[in-house]
């Protein structure tokens, strides 16, 4: 297939780029600056969603889409600003993709869209949430949505539309993982806040085994949870960080001080969280490389 990939410098497309290539797909991927159209076995177009720019004529060449790019959530504290930015980045880019697909003579087959669990909310405690669960009320909530239904144009053209809604990305090149390496490395890791909240979380290898199969399922459209089937709590999750790095776990980061130093981002992405599982992804048959936390870890933890 020939496919466009944005976002392809950020943590899951610098894994997903090497993996199309070597699965003998031809990669042209959108980028910001000029200063990265060079990259072995790609092509790359300039594109700017702030200004509207985007070449059209790529979109009626290429077979498929894929849309990772938006401005980083869990970086620094969440001001007016930097609000803005998160969603205008996720919205900008969407509707300017989605308008360039419904407006092409020749349309790609499937547009594949990441998206985010924060859709649920953080207000869910233990409720075991799917697909068809309700919209969370809280601002990460506010942006999935509007950043999902940015896309209509896309369905109303009749292109099938995937909206990857990703967990926490377990990866040691970067992401949340990364951010826990050191100081459990250094035996001050431990849970954060009361522990009791529920991580979503996903290997690196499945998110990607997912993308690569939302190309090729045509029974694959709407939202689908790319999350592991067996979420854990912060407590346990912490726990089994600790013994497969042969550390102890035993402090605590306090709530309030996490409030202090980033403000309404520590109550959306650490203090609070969703116990999300894939069922879409189970019914459609979709085996999981890595469905338990500490083999997961294991294969990133080198």
Known sequence: MKIIVTGSTGLIGSTLVPTLIAAGHTVTRFVRASSLTEA???????????????????????DAVIHLAGESVAEGRWTEDKKRRILESRVESTR?????????????????????????????????LTEQSAKGTDFL?????????????????????????????LSEKGGALLKLLTPFKLGA???????????????????????????????LSGAV???????VTNAE??????????????FTVPAFALRLAFGEMADAALLKGQRVIPEKLETSGFKFKYPKLETALRSQIS
């Open 237 to 250: 999750f912490t726990e089994t960080l600790a013994r497969v790095l042969h550390r102890p776990a035993v």
């Open 40 to 62: 072995d076995g790609t092509r790359a177009v300039v594109w700017n969603p702030r200004t509207n720019q985007i070449e059209k004529s790529e979109i009626e060449t290429h």
């Open 189 to 219: 890791g431990g849970k954060i806040g009361s522990g009791e909240q529920y991580m979503s979380w996903v290997a690196m290898d499945d998110a990607i085994a997912v993308i690569m199969r939302a190309l090729e399922d045509e029974s």
């Open 96 to 128: 300017l993709l989605a308008s360039a697909i419904a407006e092409a003579t020749t349309r790609p087959r499937v547009y594949i869209s990441a998206s985010a669990t924060g859709f649920y909310g953080n207000e869910r405690a233990d409720e075991v």
């Open 225 to 231: 949870n790319v999350v592991a089937p067996y979420p």
């Open 141 to 169: 909530a506010h942006v999935v949505e509007q950043w999902e239904a940015s896309a209509q144009p896309v369905i109303a053209a009749c292109v099938r539309c995937v909206f990857l809604r990703f967990g926490i990305v």
